[in-house]
């Protein structure tokens, strides 16, 4: 079954508004979460890592005002694109890590979420 | 850094016969290596991982990938091409000079099945 849920699995709204995504680890406690933002046809960009109960480290490039990441419980890490603009369409996955953390345990990914911006 | 070139953007066999994904990995540490498939409007799913521990890896749905160290290659295989393998595949690799877990991933490789 799934181990990652990711919701809503795809969004459209008008240009301005802000838009939140859900990713819930569902078979265990993940203090570690992250985001990706993936362009038709291309592969998967990290955007930002987000630690349980601290601030998310974003990588170089991303917006951190305008990608508002949460990661209030251990079961869950939320996505907002604030201000949302036709730019910002894209296919957003997060994942989270298993088990330990470690370099060898791989990431579970959610289904996405496709977001389109009018 | 670490790095993942992945050889053709698409690949394209007959049904039943040997798939072959390209990964070339680049890395100043021993790398973790992991293949991962995406089917339309869905996330990635996990084929298969290397840790180290054995240089032939099997995965699911038939797959295996082989750590080559003096290639700094990690090809993925199967013998035989189902319909149901068409879909987009990523090579990715991690390792502790990037944080625990921190995934770069190649471009990713489109297979197609011809029946």
């Known amino acids: 079954g799934a181990v990652v849920s990711q919701h809503p699995s795809w969004v459209i709204c008008k240009s301005g508004t802000s838009v939140k995504i859900e990713c819930r680890s569902l078979d265990f406690q993940a203090t570690t979460m992250f985001w990706y933002r993936q362009f038709p046809k291309q592969s998967l960009m990290l955007m930002a890592t987000?630690?349980?109960?601290?601030?998310?480290?974003?990588e170089q490039g991303v917006e951190k005002d305008k990608f508002l990441i949460n990661h209030a419980s251990l079961t869950l890490s939320t996505l907002t694109v604030t201000s949302a603009h036709p730019e910002d369409s894209s296919f957003y996955i997060c994942?989270?890590?298993?088990?330990?953390?470690?370099?060898?345990?791989?990431?579970?990914f959610g289904d996405g979420t496709r977001l389109s911006i009018l | 850094a670490q790095s993942v070139t992945q050889l053709g953007s698409h690949v394209s066999v007959s049904e039943g016969a040997l798939v072959l994904l390209r990964c070339n990995y680049s890395s100043s540490v021993p790398p973790y290596l992991f293949w991962y498939v995406q089917y339309p409007n869905q996330g990635l799913q996990l084929l298969l991982k290397?840790?180290?521990?054995?240089?032939l890896v099997k995965g699911i749905n038939g797959f295996e990938a082989e750590f080559k160290k003096s290639e700094t290659s990690f090809h993925l295989t199967k013998p035989s091409a189902h319909m149901s393998d068409a879909a987009e595949y990523f090579c990715a690799v991690s390792g502790a000079i990037q944080g625990a877990q921190k995934l770069v991933f190649g471009q990713g490789t489109r297979l197609t099945i011809n029946p």
């Open positions: 987000s630690n349980e109960g601290s601030k998310a480290t974003y």
């Open positions: 290397y840790t180290s521990a054995a240089t």
């Open positions: 994942s989270t890590g298993t088990g330990s953390i470690s370099p060898s345990n791989p990431q579970h």
